[in-house]
């Protein structure tokens, strides 16, 4: 994949201080040598004799909180927030403890992308607007102005806000120009990864609302910009954030494809997504992976729609299980969507060969979903959830002739169309809406 020995001993080499972090060490380590530098940190930063242990628990949380990006692991998370908290006890002045305010904001961030809990995103909120009374170098409000855009992309994405999402658009822009500058005139290696993962999490942000409006200018809005990204990023030297940048590429490409009924994007998202898989490894970055292997997943069911093709199906549904076998059991948010889907696309599977077997094993897996989903804080997973039995019922049907099945379908649309219709997602709408089109049966 690269020359690790030869990389790892010029980063250790560089001359940095003992608390300062280079930005390829996250990309270079594995996450056991991760851990192992994280523990290290934490010793060093805790001997009596340290004289100055701030900058070194500065390094430990992004040690760790990087280990959690990775991993998922909710332990590892708290740990991160533990060593910005011990950070913020021994800062000395108001830029410390405005640095080690900004990592305890950044860390309950990445716990609401991990967990999906919206009562740590109301804590980002404040804890940033804390943050933004305080000052310090240019690095840190650069990185502060990426840290607020980040957090309204969030509030837009929960909120399906499409005014939010404008605005969170246009701070991840200024964010952006103002790393640039950095990492042009100022040097910081930093600087130019903070810009460029802010460059992956705004067509994220585009991606997203064009998916769930049917909007496919935002698509192309998304897939013009990450290309252009990616021209300057080395797979080989930057593996992590060129293989989140390919992720939602593929992703975009795929999801352009099937808005617009045409093949050739999808199966360039496909390409794409493939190559990713080439460039690290699942001990690596196992939620990078299992994020990878989920947009695969979708993109080869998309392709094998399209094409009418049950080749492209079963590898998808290869895809799924992979993704699935690396969530299981996990208290992450993306688990859901990923059983979700992957029982999807085992039914449509199991429809085309007409396998009632399989049907039974995927309505299974639905239910154990529905039993775990909270209609009540997350309604839009749980409609979908009901989006996708639907589909389950309607093959049943098809295959058996039992009447009883379409009535569960319509009663299950229903359902996931009154709530994708009180939250204005139209393209959600719309899709329930065609299910009950195909339910319906005429009154006699």
Request: net charge negative; glycine share 8%; hydrophobic share 45%.
């Amino acid at each position: 994949m690269f020359e690790f020995g030869r990389e790892l001993k010029r980063i250790l080499g560089s001359g940095l201080g003992q608390g300062e972090m280079d930005p390829g060490l996250l990309e270079l380590f594995d996450t056991f040598m991760l851990q192992g530098q994280a523990r290290s940190s934490d010793i060093d930063a805790g001997r009596v004799s340290t004289r100055d242990p701030f900058p070194m628990w500065l390094k430990s949380c992004a040690l760790w909180r990087e280990l959690a990006r990775r991993s998922g692991d909710p332990v590892v998370l708290r740990r991160a927030a533990a060593a910005a908290q011990s950070a913020l006890k021994v800062s000395r002045n108001e830029a410390e403890t405005a640095r080690a305010n900004l990592e305890q904001a950044l860390t309950t961030l990445l716990g609401v992308d991990l967990y999906g809990d919206l009562e740590l995103l109301a804590t980002t909120g404040e804890r940033l607007r804390a943050v933004s009374a305080m000052t310090g170098d240019e690095l840190f409000e650069a990185r502060l102005e990426a840290a607020w855009a980040r957090f309204a992309s969030r509030e837009a994405l929960c909120g399906d806000d499409h005014a939010r999402a404008l605005e969170a658009a246009a701070l991840f822009d200024a964010a952006i120009h103002r790393l640039d500058k950095l990492a042009a005139h100022a040097g910081l290696p930093a600087a130019r990864l903070e810009a460029a993962v802010a460059r992956i999490e705004r067509a994220d942000l585009l991606a997203g609302f064009g998916l769930r409006r049917r909007e496919p200018r935002l698509l192309r809005e998304a897939v013009a910009g990450l290309e252009a990204l990616r021209k300057g990023l080395d797979g080989d030297y930057e593996p992590l954030t060129w293989a989140r940048s390919a992720e939602v590429l593929g992703s975009s490409l795929a999801a352009l494809g099937e808005l617009e009924g045409r093949a050739e994007p999808i199966a360039e998202g496909v390409s794409v997504l493939s190559e990713a898989g080439e460039r690290f490894t699942r001990d690596h970055a196992p939620l990078d992976w299992a994020r990878r292997s989920h947009a695969l997943g979708v993109a080869l069911q998309a392709l094998g729609e399209t094409l009418d093709n049950d080749d492209c199906l079963d590898q998808a549904a290869e895809a799924f299980d992979e993704a699935q076998d690396l969530l299981a059991d996990s208290p992450l948010a993306i688990r859901a969507t990923v059983a979700s889907n992957r029982a999807a696309c085992l039914a449509r599977v199991a429809e085309r060969h007409g396998d009632l077997e399989a049907l039974a094993r995927a309505e299974a897996a639905f239910r154990m979903e529905l039993e775990l989903a909270e209609p009540e804080t997350d309604p839009v997973s749980w409609a979908v959830l009901q989006v996708n039995l639907a589909r389950l019922y309607e093959a049943r049907g098809e295959l058996t002739g039992d009447f009883s099945e379409r009535e569960a379908a319509i009663y299950a649309l229903d359902a996931a169309l009154d709530i994708f219709c009180e939250r204005g997602l139209k393209g959600l709408a719309d899709t329930a809406q065609a299910g009950l089109e195909r339910a319906q049966v005429p009154a006699l």
